[in-house]
């Protein structure tokens, strides 16, 4: 077993949804938590920054009075992911706010700073650090992180290449903290098989962006329900880092999804401008062939745990 955090070891379901650029809004993430799942948005979707705030507000005192009326069915914790790359001018504004309302879970994602997880540790946060391979995840830790997520091949958006196995195989070798792994996840016994692998918990994000909480244009949803794996396109051109993304909305902006330029990844950018691709080219993870429905996120929740107890059920 692992060793996990007080805010990670009572989950009522083994998922943490995984932050989605544009689309996770406190709407998403109250969902998810009531649901009995981590709900997590990244800092930069509040636009201006100083929206923050009153999202960090509307959340916590959402779940806390839901869990004064539901002493017996608490909600789960959230998450708020942090872009710990320079060209994010907001990091240090975004980070205190969390510190001020004492956000349960920090994400870092590309970039493992000591000061980051410091602050969290401050007030008693966790922080969940995403990395694509064993050598990033050495240094997470070192650097202070409480717990890893395993970005293997065919998770949405930036995207690793390593198989789940192989990746979660390498990690549990010397770490026995808490383990997420992210890539193709979108049923009940894809969350079953990730614990047997070895991790903690199933890391889920395009899934949700076919939920009616989700801040995502309708065609955006229908494209998720009416797409499988073969429909994903791995490309670095769209922001520096390489992910995955639905080709019809690379051939709805003109281009041609299989004969995509290679991106310079030190003009990496993940505000300004650039966050504009992200609202015509859709990240998206390969394993969107189990997404047959738009439904709320608390519908998909119950129907993974449908799933996960069959899967398990199966195996007895």
Same mark, same amino acid.
């Given at each position: 077993?692992?060793? %996990?955090?007080?805010?990670?070891?009572?989950?009522?379901?083994?998922?943490?949804?995984?932050?989605?650029?544009?689309?996770?809004?406190?709407?998403?993430?109250?969902?998810?938590?009531?649901? &009995?799942?981590?709900?997590?948005?990244?800092?930069?979707?509040?636009?201006?920054?100083?929206?923050?705030?009153?999202?960090?507000?509307?959340?916590?005192?959402? %779940?806390?009075?839901?869990?004064?009326?539901?002493?017996?069915?608490?909600?789960?914790?959230?998450?708020?992911?942090?872009?710990?790359?320079?060209?994010?001018?907001? %990091?240090?504004?975004? /980070?205190? /706010?969390?510190?001020?309302?004492?956000?349960?879970?920090?994400?870092?994602?590309? &970039?493992?700073?000591?000061?980051?997880?410091?602050?969290?540790? $401050?007030?008693? &946060?966790?922080?969940?650090?995403?990395?694509?391979?064993?050598?990033?995840?050495?240094?997470?830790?070192?650097?202070?992180?409480?717990?890893?997520?395993?970005?293997?091949?065919?998770?949405?958006?930036?995207?690793?290449?390593?198989?789940?196995?192989?990746?979660?195989?390498?990690?549990?070798?010397?770490?026995?903290?808490?383990?997420?792994?992210? #890539? $193709?996840?979108?049923?009940?016994?894809?969350?079953?098989?990730?614990?047997?692998?070895?991790?903690?918990?199933?890391?889920?994000?395009?899934?949700?962006?076919?939920?009616?909480?989700?801040?995502?244009?309708?065609?955006?949803?229908?494209?998720?329900?009416?797409?499988?794996?073969?429909?994903?396109?791995?490309?670095?051109?769209?922001?520096?880092?390489? #992910?995955?993304?639905?080709?019809?909305?690379?051939?709805?902006?003109?281009?041609?999804?299989?004969?995509?330029?290679?991106?310079?990844?030190?003009? /990496?950018?993940? *505000?300004?401008?650039?966050?504009?691709?992200?609202?015509?080219?859709? *990240?998206?993870?390969? &394993?969107?062939?189990?997404?047959?429905?738009?439904? $709320?996120? *608390?519908?998909?929740?119950?129907?993974?745990?449908?799933?996960?107890?069959?899967?398990?059920?199966?195996?007895?």
């Amino acid at each position: 077993m692992s060793k %996990l955090p007080a805010a990670l070891a009572h989950l009522p379901f083994p998922v943490i949804g995984s932050p989605l650029f544009i689309i996770s809004t406190p709407k998403l993430v109250i969902a998810q938590c009531i649901a &009995g799942v981590v709900g997590s948005m990244p800092a930069l979707n509040a636009r201006p920054a100083e929206q923050l705030e009153d999202w960090l507000i509307e959340i916590t005192e959402t %779940l806390a009075a839901y869990n004064k009326a539901h002493p017996d069915k608490p909600a789960a914790p959230f998450a708020i992911n942090q872009i710990v790359h320079k060209s994010n001018d907001r %990091l240090e504004h975004d /980070m205190a /706010m969390c510190v001020k309302y004492k956000v349960p879970i920090i994400i870092t994602s590309l &970039g493992a700073r000591e000061e980051i997880n410091e602050a969290a540790h $401050s007030y008693g &946060g966790v922080v969940l650090h995403d990395v694509i391979n064993n050598k990033h995840a050495h240094k997470a830790i070192e650097k202070g992180a409480d717990g890893l997520i395993a970005v293997a091949a065919g998770a949405g958006g930036h995207a690793g290449e390593k198989s789940p196995f192989a990746l979660i195989q390498e990690i549990r070798q010397w770490f026995d903290g808490p383990l997420a792994l992210s #890539g $193709s996840i979108a049923s009940g016994g894809a969350v079953l098989a990730a614990q047997a692998m070895g991790a903690d918990f199933a890391y889920i994000g395009s899934a949700f962006i076919a939920t009616e909480e989700a801040r995502a244009a309708q065609e955006y949803k229908e494209c998720i329900v009416s797409s499988n794996s073969d429909d994903i396109v791995y490309s670095n051109l769209f922001t520096g880092v390489h #992910g995955n993304y639905l080709a019809p909305s690379i051939v709805n902006a003109g281009m041609d999804p299989h004969n995509l330029p290679e991106s310079d990844p030190s003009k /990496m950018n993940f *505000g300004g401008d650039k966050s504009k691709a992200w609202k015509d080219i859709w *990240g998206c993870g390969q &394993g969107i062939g189990a997404i047959d429905k738009i439904q $709320s996120a *608390g519908d998909f929740v119950a129907q993974l745990k449908r799933e996960y107890a069959s899967a398990k059920a199966r195996l007895a």
